[in-house]
């Protein structure tokens, strides 16, 4: 069902390409909002220049107020990676401002590459700081008279998609697409200081962890916009859960998954074309390597086939 409903926007998608927009990318936010806590996740990157792959929370004001409120409205906390970096992560808070929000943030050395290991990273918000971890260590942080403009609830979110900053994030060559960001799990922590069992002096709660046999509908919403300096229009189809990950996609908007022959249809001769693949060690071709284990087999394969039933 959902690769039917992908056929049928790509057909909008030609007859109205995205406004200027060249690729689909995935976003997943929640539905809930949260004021203050403490936000984990585990995550590997995509690799690339053009590429943004995220954690991070924002105060979703967009429906509720007037353009001229914006820049009034604007909290958020960011966790960034972007491709053309193999060896740091980029932390960062916006503001509120009037007429313009502002910006604070800071670009911190790790010594691994996030598009290829997975690694723990963590956002601590409470009324007083903004501290981030790596791995459950502190790399960066910022005080209260940075942070105490930060008031307004904000959701959990993530998402995949192509910058057109240059001097940001590199050069975007399209060819490079289909690519991927993965997300182990998340994990909420309410901020309940002096009460608590985990996080900085114990401040902090468990209040629950996801992770990703599916996508929790009950928790999670899929993103279906775009914005100013995104190349990519956000898709319900790219985002999906396999093997106990969230996957995050930018695609062509003519990409199918799994789609072998590239006749805009995922169908029995697609599943022709990759059982061939494995019992001849052919080159992948249109299909992702769901379980990463660096080869395609009978488990992509019996994802590929739950695409097509389901």
């Keep these: ?51 943004v792959s995220s954690f991070f929370t924002y105060h979703d ?26 060896a740091s992560v980029q932390f960062t808070t916006h503001h509120p401002g009037d007429p313009n929000s502002w910006s604070y943030g800071e670009i911190i050395d790790v010594d691994f590459n996030p598009h290829i290991e997975f690694h723990d990273y963590a956002i601590e918000w409470t009324p007083y700081s903004i501290k981030w971890f790596v791995d459950n260590i502190e790399v960066y942080s910022q005080d209260q008279n ?20 240059i001097d940001w994030v590199g050069v975007w060559d399209p060819g490079t697409m289909p690519v991927n960001s993965y997300y182990n799990f998340v994990k909420y922590y309410e901020y309940t200081p002096g009460e608590g069992s985990d996080g900085s002096n114990n401040d902090f709660t468990l209040s629950w962890i996801d992770e990703f046999d599916s996508v929790d509908i009950t928790r999670w919403e899929e993103a279906t916009h775009g914005f100013n300096g995104n190349n990519c229009q ?65 488990l992509d394969l019996i994802f590929i086939i739950d695409q097509i039933l389901g």
């Design 1 to 51: 069902m959902i690769k039917l409903l992908h056929i049928l926007l790509i057909s909008v998608y030609f007859l109205n390409p995205l406004n200027g927009q060249e690729c689909l990318g995935g976003e997943l936010r929640t539905i809930d909002s949260y004021l203050y806590g403490r936000f984990e996740v585990n995550m590997k990157s995509a690799a690339g220049g053009g590429y």
């Design 61 to 86: 004001h967009w429906e509720d107020s007037s353009p001229d409120e914006w820049g009034l409205l604007t909290n958020e906390i960011d966790i960034e990676m972007t491709g053309n970096q193999d």
């Design 146 to 165: 940075i942070v105490d403009d930060l008031i307004y609830p904000q959701k959990i979110m993530m998402n995949l998609w192509s910058a057109v900053w």
């Design 234 to 298: 956000f898709d319900p189809v790219n985002v999906i859960c396999h093997d106990g990950k969230l996957i995050l996609i930018v695609s062509d908007i003519s990409y199918i998954l799994g789609d072998v022959n590239n006749d805009m249809i995922l169908n029995i001769i697609d599943i022709i074309h990759i059982v061939n693949m494995i019992l001849n060690f052919e080159d992948i071709i249109n299909v992702a390597d769901y379980n990463q284990d660096n080869s395609l087999n009978i």
